[in-house]
């Protein structure tokens, strides 16, 4: 069974550019997870999806972070534009419920550093 | 909302040596609780999870952690780590009504030496 595929695995980019990263979870998996990991830190949820609707976006910065899930399987975040401070590692996970004690499965991330 | 706190951010253990990081949540609901390992390099994995039952729990490679709801802890256990244990491991929390996403602790970076 494949995992959880993002991309890019690295990028190096100038404050105030954009960026977009790709999540494709595992097939049939409704739930999809992007989390932020700051050095240091343990993950931050930005934003659940469950099939293409949003379950909770709440800690998601919404002047400048926009995600979305068409089609209910694959999913792109957007960070336009960037700052110093989103110099993170943005990890995608995905589960077959809707979160019920059930297993997250993470892909291996996207590093994103800002200048 | 449920938060947990990692006790430990570096844990150095020799090879062959037991090995236990602490985890301590806070909720005023009952919870649902995880550890998750992130090998260098790579995406983070379930190591366990207690949902309810028996509050010793076992996992994958040697891992075992115990629910203690008085102490509100769920401290994880290998008696005898190995260099590939080499990792950073994260505890986590979930609600188990109606807010089911994970909330994670900062981490605890072990490093196992010869």
């Known amino acids: 069974e494949a995992g959880v595929a993002q991309s890019p695995r690295y990028k190096i980019i100038e404050k105030r550019q954009s960026v977009a990263f790709w999540c494709n979870p595992i097939s049939g998996h409704a739930t999809l997870y992007w989390y932020q990991q700051i050095l240091g830190q343990g993950p931050k949820l930005l934003i659940q999806?469950?099939?293409?609707?949003?379950?909770?976006d709440s800690q998601l910065p919404k002047d400048r972070f926009s995600a979305e899930r068409l089609k209910g399987v694959d999913s792109t975040l957007k960070i336009q534009p960037a700052k110093l401070e989103d110099s993170a590692v943005y990890l995608c996970a995905s589960s077959s419920r809707s979160g019920v004690g059930g297993e997250l499965f993470f892909g291996e991330g996207s590093r994103l550093t800002v200048l | 909302a449920q938060s947990v706190t990692q006790l430990d951010s570096q844990v150095p253990v020799f090879e062959e040596a037991p090995v236990e990081l602490r985890c301590n949540y806070s909720s005023s609901v009952s919870v649902y609780l995880f550890w998750y390992v992130q090998y260098p390099n790579q995406g983070l994995q379930l190591l366990l999870k207690y949902l309810s039952g028996s509050t010793l729990v076992k996992g994958i490679n040697g891992f075992e952690a115990e629910f203690n709801k008085s102490q509100t802890s769920f401290h994880l256990r290998k008696p005898s780590v190995h260099i590939s244990d080499t990792a950073e491991y994260f505890c986590a929390v979930s609600g188990t009504f109606n807010d089911y996403k994970l909330s994670f602790g900062a981490g605890t970076t072990v490093t196992v030496r010869a």
């Open positions: 999806f469950q099939n293409n609707g949003v379950v909770d």
